[in-house]
């Protein structure tokens, strides 16, 4: 297991290096992605260009340029802004990691909160369907499963907006984080609609899979045994039949957490929640390259991540499961 | 030749009112929002669920009309986000900086208001002009905010100059006034600001020029050198508003300057701002907007449409004030300067096949203009409806259009690509024009780009064949006939490529002309030289704007341009608020 486990992390700096020079080739490689003209602005002469990107060296070649950012990010020093820097290059924009710090914790709730109602939707209503097999029930859950993973979250969200101001005059809060701790009802009425929608985006497939997994399970011989032996039914489904759906409920996770991720980028946006999404939205139309490069490289770094600990939880869910 | 050193480029400088800019596509919608929207008009009919008048009313209120402003109370209105905090940013999102900071957190000069054209004076209290070359500015007292590196301190002359050079060292985006038209700027004591210019410039006072919400803001000057950390965080000015906070440039909380200046172009204006403060509400979602003011989350609101405004009336009826006002923005449709449009025979012929009573009504259900050379918001300078050019150019007729091109051996079977951005009102706009010059048999390629790559590459470095798009609300009549100049200082050309000596010449002889009754004739004039020669810039139309504010909010300025948004008469009338809850 340790083994395996070594082996899977010294892995990690071999994707991350693929990942972040594939996002700093390809970011370059783009027509009309030169950062001097976006940051001069219009008329701009040659020589202003010349003297944006000699100030932000971006006349180097791009390979020494991807190095030299590459050694900076290993060092902590994940670079500036570009479009906070001055208009000539002459002084750097705000440092990203700055920025970072500040923004992760508002995305960081947004994910959390939104996987928590994923992995409850999912699981729970998968286990009721499943239960119920060709009940009512089960065909709400179906039908919920496939509304769910059909509707763009955009398209939920401005439902989430609109009806409420139609039937009853209520608006969504937007433009503005407030912390729990300052004012808990605005805190709830911000964050727990939009973490509802993306949660339910990212519960779709798990709601199948656990449904499907458990279906099988639950017509098992060790089931009908322990139902035999008197037991009740929860102790049957959660302890006996749950666990053994485990291994693929806990990779389904894994994906809604990525779906989950993907999601708060638009949650974000809509909602003006500053965030590392909207970070990524704007900077990405602003063209600011070194923003850019560096949350591709951290949304990598997540994935891989979770990934790992998703593969990692096989051992501990499943006994029969050994990595030697 | 000097004459062409007017350095001046497209879109420079220019005010842009807060609710249209850029249609909130820069940067995620770079730009600003909705203070402006203060200003919407309070003239038409709105109390007892009444609609709203059909039509731009055209009003023009100066913050007086309900009395007496009572003090206190914060005003939410919706904002969007700003990119960088930094005045001497990259310049687009310096723009959309200048356009929330600029005649609020900074102070400035004077301001030239859209529907008067003339001068007012803010922190100058006196103005000379000994010469055509020379603008000499005495400065009143004032103070600048209590923080950074001169906390209170009384400015001085050399505060403005050196916040003029530092905007001419940085020449991001409309800063080339500063270094073709003017010369020098210095001060001659404490208190006197002398600028001279390279030549004679008659509209140096205006906001694409001196006149600039962005710069021509006053900051203290030991900020300019070494406080790079400060400007890209905070804006330390003199205005009537501080800059209390903002999330990464969202989100702004203004509060009343207590010390604001207490003089305004002679008179006294003690205790303005009546408010104490506004706070911006960063809502990048239209519907999200709506919801907001119906909610009574903010107090004022831009409606996207008439239909959209009715509805919302007859949801809130009189608890809410609309209006309507004419957009100084419009649509054009951009050739660029090469075969086939070097014949003019093809440009009219292009012109002929645009029908703007049906873009109208396709575009903006019938709430639109149709819109010549001028916008037609400045009305002071626009032609007559009645004139014969103007009504040539406005003139719809494809048979013509088909013979003239054919007269000009017009390939039918080519293709014309026309290029726009990805803003909603661009691709519409673009829509409608491949179908109407597809009736005179002109083919057209629609090429969809997003506003960064069309702004900077497509636009800028002219890589167009048409384009069309909507120009940004000019706030004063000069730079919507500059786009028609051959050559600016160090632009040699501007965006069609398009050269003509008539045209050069009577724009400039109206840029030139300090006589005001004359100039604005010759202003006219130079649109009926470029409309005669269908220079390849063909206007399309100008919208009606509609917008909508609580009833307990008074005594704003309108009709006034963009600089209505920065007004200090608005007030809340409290019993209207408590009573709102």
């Known amino acids: 297991m340790l083994r395996y486990t070594l082996r899977r992390l010294a892995w990690l700096p071999i994707i991350l290096f693929g990942v972040s020079a594939i996002a700093f080739f390809v970011l370059r490689a783009i027509p009309g992605q030169d950062p001097a003209a976006a940051i001069a602005g219009q008329g701009a002469t040659e020589v202003q260009l010349e003297r944006i990107r000699s100030d932000l060296g971006l006349q180097r070649p791009v390979v020494v340029q991807y190095f030299d950012w590459l050694g900076n990010l290993v060092r902590g020093d994940f670079g500036h802004e570009f479009k906070t820097a001055s208009s000539t290059g002459a002084t750097s924009g705000l440092p990203i990691r700055e920025q970072f710090m500040e923004r992760f914790p508002e995305s960081f709730q947004i994910i959390f909160l939104g996987l928590f109602f994923s992995v409850v939707f999912g699981i729970s209503f998968g286990i009721l369907s499943a239960m119920h097999r060709n009940s009512p029930i089960d065909y709400f859950v179906r039908f919920f499963a496939v509304l769910a993973s059909s509707i763009p979250e955009f398209f939920l969200l401005t439902l989430m907006i609109i009806l409420p101001l139609y039937f009853w005059n209520y608006s969504q809060p937007v433009g503005g984080y407030v912390p729990f701790y300052d004012n808990p009802m605005h805190y709830i009425r911000l964050m727990l609609p939009p973490a509802l929608i993306i949660g339910v985006g990212g519960s779709a497939g798990l709601m199948r899979l656990t449904r499907t997994t458990m279906l099988e399970v639950l017509l098992s011989d060790y089931v009908r045994t322990a139902r035999a032996k008197g037991l009740r039914q929860h102790t049957v489904v959660l302890s006996h039949a749950l666990r053994n759906a485990g291994t693929p409920i806990v990779t389904a996770v894994g994906t809604a957490f990525i779906a989950v991720f993907g999601g708060s980028i638009i949650v974000e946006s809509v909602l003006s929640i500053q965030g590392l999404g909207q970070w990524f939205f704007i900077s990405t139309l602003a063209r600011d390259l070194p923003v850019v490069q560096f949350l591709t490289v951290y949304t990598a770094f997540i994935v891989v991540l979770v990934n790992l600990t998703v593969d990692l939880s096989y051992g501990f869910i499943d006994p029969r499961v050994r990595y030697s | ?581």
């Open chain 2, 1 to 581: 030749m000097r004459d062409n050193r007017l350095g001046l480029r497209y879109w420079t400088g220019q005010r842009v009112t807060r609710r249209r800019v850029l249609g909130g596509a820069v940067a995620g919608g770079a730009a600003v929002a909705a203070i402006g929207l203060v200003g919407c008009s309070s003239g038409s009919k709105s109390g007892n669920g009444g609609s709203a008048t059909a039509v731009a009313t055209g009003t023009v209120q100066d913050g007086y009309q309900d009395g007496p402003g009572q003090p206190g109370g914060i005003l939410r209105v919706r904002g969007l986000a700003v990119p960088t905090m930094n005045p001497f940013g990259p310049g687009i999102f310096a723009l959309a900086q200048g356009l929330v900071l600029g005649y609020t957190v900074f102070d400035h000069m004077w301001f030239v208001p859209t529907d008067t054209g003339d001068v007012e004076l803010f922190l100058a209290t006196e103005l000379e002009q000994p010469d055509d070359l020379t603008v000499i500015a005495s400065l009143g007292e004032a103070t600048f905010h209590e923080k950074g590196p001169a906390p209170g301190r009384a400015i001085d002359a050399e505060d403005v100059v050196q916040s003029y050079k530092r905007f001419r060292e940085e020449a991001p985006i409309g800063y080339s006034w500063l270094h073709d038209v003017m010369d020098d700027i210095v001060a001659t004591d404490d208190r006197t600001v002398k600028i001279t210019n390279r030549f004679t410039w008659a509209w140096v006072f205006t906001s694409s020029n001196a006149g600039s919400p962005i710069t021509s803001s006053i900051m203290p000057k030991e900020i300019l050198r070494g406080y790079d950390d400060l400007l890209r965080t905070d804006a330390i000015g003199s205005g009537h508003w501080t800059l209390a906070g903002h999330d990464n440039g969202t989100n702004e909380k203004f509060r009343k300057f207590a010390n604001f200046r207490n003089f305004q172009n002679g008179r006294n204006i003690t205790g303005q701002p009546f408010l104490n403060g506004v706070d911006f509400k960063e809502i990048t979602d239209d519907n999200a907007a709506l919801a907001a003011f119906r909610a009574g989350e903010i107090d004022t609101h831009g409606f996207t449409s008439r239909n959209q405004m009715d509805a919302t009336i007859a949801a809130l009826g009189d608890r809410i004030v609309t209006g309507s006002d004419l957009s100084r923005d419009y649509l054009n449709l951009m050739l660029h300067y090469e075969p086939p449009f070097t014949d003019e025979r093809v440009r009219k012929a292009i012109n002929l096949l645009i029908d703007r009573e049906e873009a109208i009504l396709l575009l903006n259900d019938g709430d639109a203009v149709k819109c010549g050379p001028m916008p037609p918001a400045h009305k002071r300078y626009v032609l007559p409806d009645d004139d014969p050019d103007l009504q040539e150019y406005f003139r719809t007729d494809v048979q013509e259009a088909r013979q003239l091109l054919e007269a000009a051996e017009f390939d039918f079977n080519s293709e014309l690509e026309l290029k726009h951005s990805n803003r909603p009102v661009d691709s519409q706009l673009a829509q409608v024009l491949k179908e109407q010059l597809g009736r005179g048999g002109v083919q057209v390629k629609l090429v969809q780009e997003d506003l960064i790559k069309w702004f900077s590459q497509t636009l800028n470095q002219h890589q167009f064949q048409m384009t069309c798009f909507q120009h940004l609300p000019y706030e004063d009549p000069d730079l919507p006939l500059r786009f028609y100049l051959s050559a600016e200082g160090d632009r040699p050309s501007n965006f069609m490529d398009y050269q003509d000596a008539d045209v050069d010449a009577a724009i400039l002889s109206a840029a030139k002309e300090l006589d005001e009754e004359a100039r604005v004739e010759k202003v006219r004039e130079a649109q009926r030289v470029v409309m005669k020669k269908y220079a390849p810039m063909l206007n399309v139309l100008s919208a009606v704007n509609f917008g909508g504010r609580y009833s307990y909010v008074k005594g704003s300025i309108v009709g006034r341009g963009s600089y209505g948004g920065f007004n200090r008469t608005t007030w809340l009338d409290d019993a209207g608020r408590r009573q709102e809850g």
